[in-house]
């Protein structure tokens, strides 16, 4: 585990040298020639093949040097370095600074992803540090979790890695916990997965029982994937008692024999089943593989960890990879290895966490723009005969943070005749793009589903309106939300969205950009 760590690692830092802009620093000798000459550490061919084969550890000090001298906005590497799992890279702890970042965030001044950065990584070499007030915890938090609703890209990436270090902060563990369970609870707040998913990270008591609430009372679709997102990576990291575990399989069989449920959830239950300790049996298990595999989805995981059968992941990875190359121009010394296995992950690994931190990890690369394009091209074939491969592919240009057309997104969003499903995922990544819309199609939109969830009372198209909700507050259409929160007919917990969206702040809009 840990070699495939560092060698995702390494894959992020030589992709980014092999394809970068100056063909000069695709050649190793002339990239550690030029590090030398930066002065900022020494460097020789040997010593860049180390790092990036995963042979040799990482510092954040190389990230930085290898961001600057690629020409690459800063954290742009370090962002998605911190979010593979297991890595950790050095902490620069200066107590000054800390002060007066802690005073910024807990303030109210402007706080970039950096300083989260810089402010949680230096708490987390602190165990023992004491807030005063008590609730200086809790207020940090839901700082943080106010600019992670209106952030993206590498600023959410920073603010996602800062709320990791707060949860398993010895002294700050309770009070992000509290602060994670009121944001969720809060009808007010666009409750999204990542506060409820990331508290899989730490094995506090108090983490268990905020999981186990929303599983048994949630807030949104959201907040109750999120919570089983956080139950199955609890199980896998053997934080449950098997009374726990138990408990855990007789809840995931009452949510996926509940039509209600939004698909994104009933798909993750044959993932808990795989993630479940060896020799667990028994009549539950044995009922809840069994509705686990009532649907293609479910059974394909069940059978190989994917959520489409073997021949089309197969396919459609191959077609992504050879059509992203074509279009980077250039190839790499050896052929990528690893490319295949990020985009196999992106588009078909059940879980989430996974399918995310592969976007992310593409993304920060010179692929991204190729290998969204490549996606996008897959779509028309996945929109004749399987809707849920299209969702698949919607939700990986979300991860990326690209589209070549956004009138594709917005066509998607309006299309009549494809499942829910597929408007809730192309909603959603209309939030995460670049551009913007037109009027008309933000008010045909918001008609449409709000129209259709009138008569069908879908949790997923009620999420479809939530998604466009809160595309509309990360544009900044805040006319258009005005007139919406003051419709009558508009279910409640929207409009207490909208009402969140128009309290938003300049300073958190500012430094949620940052």
Not at 338 to 348: A, D, Q, S
Request: charged share 20%; glycine share 8%.
């Amino acid at each position: 585990m840990k070699a495939a760590r560092a060698v995702r690692m390494g894959w992020l830092l030589r992709v980014n040298r092999a394809l970068g802009p100056d063909r000069s620093l695709a050649v190793a000798a002339r990239f550690a020639a030029a590090l030398r000459a930066c002065g900022d550490g020494p460097a020789s061919p040997a010593r860049v093949s180390q790092w990036e084969t995963g042979a040799a550890r990482v510092s954040r000090c190389t990230v930085r040097r290898y961001e600057r001298l690629l020409g690459l906005p800063e954290d742009r590497l370090v962002a998605v370095a911190e979010t593979l799992p297991g890595t950790v890279l050095d902490p620069a702890d200066r107590t000054e600074r800390t002060l007066v970042l802690l005073d910024r965030a807990l303030g109210g001044a402007s706080m970039s992803g950096s300083g989260w950065d810089d402010l949680t990584a230096a708490l987390s070499t602190h165990p023992d540090v004491l807030f005063h007030p008590r609730d200086g915890w809790e207020r940090l938090t839901h700082r943080l979790l106010a600019e992670m609703v209106v952030a993206d890209g590498s600023p959410w990436l920073q603010r996602n890695t800062a709320l990791t270090r707060l949860l398993r902060h010895p002294g700050g563990g309770p009070g992000t916990i509290a602060a994670c369970a009121a944001f969720a609870g809060d009808p007010a707040h666009q409750v999204f997965m990542e506060p409820l998913a990331a508290l899989h990270v730490t094995a506090h008591p108090d983490a268990y029982r905020l999981v186990r609430a929303q599983l048994d009372h949630p807030s949104s679709g959201r907040a109750l994937c999120g919570a089983l997102v956080a139950a199955i990576h609890k199980v896998e990291r053997h934080q449950l008692a098997p009374p726990q575990v138990a408990g855990l399989v007789r809840s995931a069989a009452e949510l996926v024999a509940d039509t209600g449920v939004p698909d994104e959830v009933r798909h993750l239950v044959p993932v808990l089943l795989g993630r479940l300790p060896l020799g667990a049996g028994g009549p539950a298990v044995i009922r809840l593989r069994r509705l686990a595999g009532a649907d293609a989805v479910g059974r394909n995981v069940l059978d190989s960890g994917r959520t489409h059968a073997t021949g089309t992941t197969a396919a459609v990875v191959s077609r992504v990879t050879r059509h992203a190359g074509a279009r980077v121009g250039r190839e790499l010394p050896e052929p990528d290895r690893l490319l295949p296995v990020l985009v196999e992950e992106m588009l078909f690994d059940p879980d989430p966490v996974t399918r995310l931190s592969a976007g992310f990890l593409i993304a920060a690369t010179p692929y991204r723009a190729p290998v969204s394009a490549a996606v996008a091209a897959e779509l028309p074939d996945a929109l004749r005969d399987d809707d849920a491969r299209a969702a698949a592919l919607l939700a990986a240009l979300g991860a990326l943070g690209t589209c070549p057309d956004r009138t594709l997104l917005e066509r998607l969003v309006l299309a009549p005749g494809v499942r829910p499903a597929v408007n809730e995922a192309a909603a959603r990544a209309l939030g995460l793009v670049p551009g913007r819309s037109p009027e008309a199609f933000w008010l045909l939109a918001l008609y449409r589903h709000l129209t259709a969830w009138r008569c069908t009372g879908s949790a997923t198209t009620l999420t479809t309106v939530r998604r466009l909700v809160q595309a509309l507050g990360v544009a900044g259409e805040r006319r258009i939300l005005a007139a919406l929160g003051q419709d009558p007919e508009v279910p409640a917990a929207v409009r207490s969205a909208i009402g969140w969206w128009l309290a938003v702040d300049g300073t958190t809009r500012v430094s949620a950009a940052a």
